[in-house]
Nanobody, 124 residues
């Protein structure tokens, strides 16, 4: 069974940086489109960033463009979310997700495999 385990969350101040990691078990990581989503308190889960199989194509939500970068290391079965210039509105639980069937997706429903999430809290 494929498992996704996020790490790297924490409590930071506005303007700080964090790098989230998501380690994925199994042999087929390089064939998965990967994504990061987040759920802020009282809100629906929303798309944050996505990356294609080989990492050549990425998408980032407009509110995070220029601040967040998604990347992957297929040799390590790991996807990353580098978050810079964090804002209080970035506070949320961040989830890693895998889509075994697409080259790239930004649609939550396309992602079949999910991690448990990691909390990111940004204080003002």
């Amino acid at each position: 069974q494929v498992q996704l385990v996020e790490s790297g969350g924490g409590l930071v101040q506005a303007g700080d940086s964090l790098r989230l990691s998501c380690a994925v078990s199994g042999r087929f990581f390089s064939q998965y489109a990967m994504g990061w989503f987040r759920r802020a308190p009282g809100k629906e889960r929303e798309f944050v960033a996505a990356i294609s199989w080989g990492g050549s194509t990425t998408r980032v939500v407009d509110s995070a463009k220029g601040r967040f970068t998604i990347s992957r290391d297929n040799a390590k079965n790991t996807v990353y979310l580098q978050m810079n210039s964090l804002k209080p509105e970035d506070t949320a639980v961040y989830y890693c997700a895998a889509d075994p069937d697409s080259y790239l997706s930004v649609v939550e429903g396309d992602f079949d495999l999910w991690g448990q999430g990691t909390q990111v809290t940004v204080s003002s």
